[in-house]
C-alpha cells in the first residue's frame, strides 16, 4: 500500500490533517489500531463516563506508581477508536489563553505565538454562540453550549460574580477570565468527535483510506522515513509514503513510537538494542497533564442530576436520544465554567472550574447517595514534569509513564489555593438555597497539612497529557520537531499532536490538538500561514494588584 502521506492516529489532529491534505488533492493513508466509534456510549454526549473505561476504546494505559501521590497508579484514558481521544473524552472544548501560545513562542515555537494560531482557531470552528469576530463560523467543528436549564448552572455564575470575579460571555473569545457557559464539542444531540467533523467528510471524498493495525515502528532508509510498518493480524506490512510520514498518536503513542524507530535518548535505546539513528534526548521527556479534585457538597434541594442517576431514569434519557436526539443524553452536562488568576501578580487565569450539578466520578461511580453538585477545579500550569519511556524493544508492550505529579511546593500551595477558594465560592448567597454539608474535602479538612493529606489520596488527572516531543527551534538538544513540526534529523518525519506542545494550555487539550493538526497540514504542503491575528487577548487591568 502506498500513499502521498501516511498518518499514524485518526484522534484529533491526524483527523485535521487528512482532511485538509485530502482537500489540497494529496493521497492519505491513516493507520488506526482501534475500531469503529458508532454506537450509543461513543455517540451520545451524556454517556461520557463509559467509551473511556471501555477497553474496546480505549488503550488502558496506567501510570507507573507515583512516588509524590503515595505510590498510586493513575488511569490514563487514550482513545483507540476511530477519532482517537476526541470520541471518548468530555467533549468540553477550550482554545486555551491566547498568552499560552506566546509562551510557546518565546520557548522556540517561532510561528505559534497566539496571534499566529488564532486564525486556525477560527478556520476549524463552526461555532453557535452568535456573531463574533473572534469565532469561527464555517469551520468543520460544531461547537455550541449546553441548555443550562438546572438552576445550579446560574448559582455558580452569580457566586463568581459575588466572590468579586470577572464573568465572561465567552471564555473562548477575546476574554478568558471570568465565570460564565462553558462549550462542547456536541452538534444536534451527538458527540462531534473529529471522526464526525473531519474523517468522515475526508473519506466520502475517495482520496483518504483508513487501514486497520498496529503501528510497529517508522521505516527510515537513509535518513528518511519512507513508511509505516503495520501489524496486521499475524501478518506486517509496509505501509509507503511517497512524500512525508506524519505521527499524530497521541503524547503517549507518538514519542514510543519515534523511540521503537531508533529515534530518542540513545542510552535508553541502547538499553532495548534498538539502533539509534537520531540521539534526541527529549523524546518522551518533558511530559504534564492537569490534576484536579473534585469538591463536592450536598445539596438542600432535589434540583440535581441524582434524581435521573437510577436504571429507569437513564433508560428514559436513552429512549429519548435514540429516538430524537433530544433530553438529557444531548449534553455533556458540563454547563458552567470559570476562569480565574490564583494570586495578584498573576497575569492570566492559571485556575479552571467545571461545575456540575451531580456528585459523581469520571469512571461513573456516585459519591454520595442523595442530591449532590461539585466543581472540578485545579491549577493549569504545573512545573512538574514527568516522562513516558519504554517498557521493552516490543511494540504491542505499553510504554512505562511517570509524571512525577505534585513533586514541587508550588503545586501543592497552588491546590490548597483552589480548595479554599472553592469554599470561599460555595459559601456565597448565590448557594445559600442549596449548599448543604461539604462531601470532600469536608468541612474538617482545614490546615496545610490536613490539606495535602486529602490531596494526596484524591487528586485525579483531567486526562491532559502532553508535551513528549517538545517542539521547539532546530539547534535546541531537548527539542523534537522544528516549528514546522519536522522531526530533527530525520527527513520526511513530522510529530503533529500533542505531544509537541511546549507547555500545557490553559484547559482540556482537544481544540488545541485540533489547531495543531490545522495548522501542521499548511506546513506539509507549504502553504504560507494564516496571517497573524493583529488584537491581542483581554487582560484584567487590576492583575498585579488583585486576583479579581
Given amino acids: 500500500m502506498e500513499a502521498d502521506y501516511v498518518i499514524v492516529g485518526s484522534g484529533s489532529a491526524g483527523a485535521a490533517i487528512a482532511y485538509r491534505l485530502g482537500e489540497a488533492g494529496r493521497s492519505v493513508i491513516v493507520i488506526e489500531h482501534g475500531g469503529t466509534d458508532w454506537g450509543p456510549f461513543i455517540q451520545m454526549p451524556a454517556a461520557l463516563s463509559y467509551p473511556m473505561n471501555m477497553s474496546r476504546y480505549d488503550w488502558g ?42 509562551t510557546w513562542s518565546e520557548m522556540g515555537a517561532a510561528g505559534w505565538a497566539g496571534a499566529d494560531v488564532q486564525p486556525y482557531f477560527r478556520r476549524m470552528e463552526s461555532w453557535h454562540g452568535g456573531h463574533s469576530d473572534w469565532r469561527g463560523s464555517d469551520g468543520p467543528l460544531h461547537v455550541t453550549r449546553g441548555p443550562r436549564r438546572n438552576p445550579l448552572y446560574h448559582s455558580f455564575v452569580e457566586a463568581g460574580a459575588q466572590a468579586g470575579f470577572e464573568l465572561t460571555f465567552d471564555y473562548n473569545g477575546e476574554k478568558q477570565e471570568g465565570f460564565g457557559p462553558m462549550e462542547q464539542t456536541v452538534w444536534r444531540g451527538r458527540r462531534w468527535s473529529v471522526a464526525n467533523a473531519y474523517l468522515r467528510p475526508a473519506l466520502r471524498r475517495g482520496n483518504v483510506t483508513v487501514v486497520n493495525g498496529l503501528a510497529l515502528r517508522v521505516v527510515i532508509e537513509e535518513g528518511r522515513a519512507r513508511g509505516v510498518e503495520v501489524a496486521k493480524g499475524e501478518g506486517r506490512e509496509v505501509i509507503r509514503a511517497r512524500n512525508e510520514v506524519i505521527l499524530s498518536a497521541s503524547s503517549i503513542n ?3 513510537l519515534l523511540k521503537l524507530s531508533g529515534i530518542g535518548p540513545g542510552a535508553e535505546l541502547a538499553t532495548h538494542g534498538i539502533p539509534v539513528l537520531a540521539d534526541r534526548p527529549g523524546v518522551g521527556a518533558n511530559l504534564q497533564d492537569h490534576l484536579e479534585i473534585y469538591f463536592q457538597m450536598k445539596s438542600l434541594k432535589p434540583v440535581t442530576l441524582y434524581s435521573q442517576y437510577n436504571y429507569p431514569a437513564m433508560a428514559r434519557i436513552g429512549l ?33 472550574y467545571h ?12 459519591a454520595v447517595k442523595g442530591h ?84 494526596k489520596e484524591h487528586v485525579e488527572s483531567a486526562y491532559h497529557p502532553c508535551g513528549t516531543a517538545r517542539m521547539g527551534a532546530a539547534d535546541d538538544p531537548m527539542a523534537v520537531v522544528d516549528p514546522e513540526c519536522r522531526v530533527i534529523g530525520v527527513e520526511g518525519l513530522r510529530v503533529a499532536d500533542s505531544s509537541i506542545f511546549p507547555q500545557i494550555t490553559n484547559g482540556n487539550l482537544n481544540a488545541p490538538s485540533i489547531m495543531v493538526g490545522e495548522k501542521a497540514s499548511d506546513h506539509i504542503l507549504g502553504r504560507t500561514p494564516l496571517a497573524p491575528e493583529t488584537r491581542g487577548p483581554w487582560i484584567n487591568p487590576r492583575w498585579r494588584e488583585s486576583d479579581r
Fill in 372 to 455: 449532590g453538585f461539585q466543581a472540578h477545579v485545579g491549577p493549569m500550569r504545573s512545573p512538574s514534569r514527568g516522562s513516558v519511556t519504554l517498557a521493552s524493544a516490543d511494540p504491542r508492550e505499553a510504554p512505562k509513564i511517570l509524571f512525577n505529579y505534585m513533586s514541587t511546593e508550588e503545586d501543592w500551595r497552588d491546590f490548597r489555593r483552589c480548595i479554599r477558594l472553592t469554599r470561599e465560592l460555595f459559601a456565597q448567597p448565590a448557594f445559600g438555597p442549596y449548599a448543604g454539608d461539604e462531601i470532600q474535602p469536608g468541612a474538617g479538612v482545614r490546615s496545610d497539612d490536613e490539606l495535602d493529606a486529602f490531596l
Fill in 61 to 102: 494505559f496506567m501510570s507507573e506508581p507515583e512516588p509524590h501521590l503515595g505510590g498510586r497508579r493513575l488511569v490514563c484514558p487514550r482513545g483507540k477508536v476511530l477519532g482517537g481521544s476526541s470520541s471518548i473524552n468530555g467533549m468540553v472544548y477550550v482554545r486555551g489563553h491566547m498568552r499560552d501560545y506566546d
Fill in 254 to 256: 507518538s514519542p514510543k
Fill in 320 to 352: 429519548q436520544w435514540l429516538l430524537a436526539k433530544v433530553g438529557l443524553g444531548t449534553s455533556n452536562q458540563f454547563e458552567s465554567a470559570a476562569f480565574v488568576r490564583s494570586a495578584p501578580g498573576v497575569e492570566y487565569p492559571d485556575i479552571q
Fill in 355 to 366: 461545575f456540575l450539578p451531580l456528585a459523581v466520578r469520571y469512571d461513573g461511580q456516585s
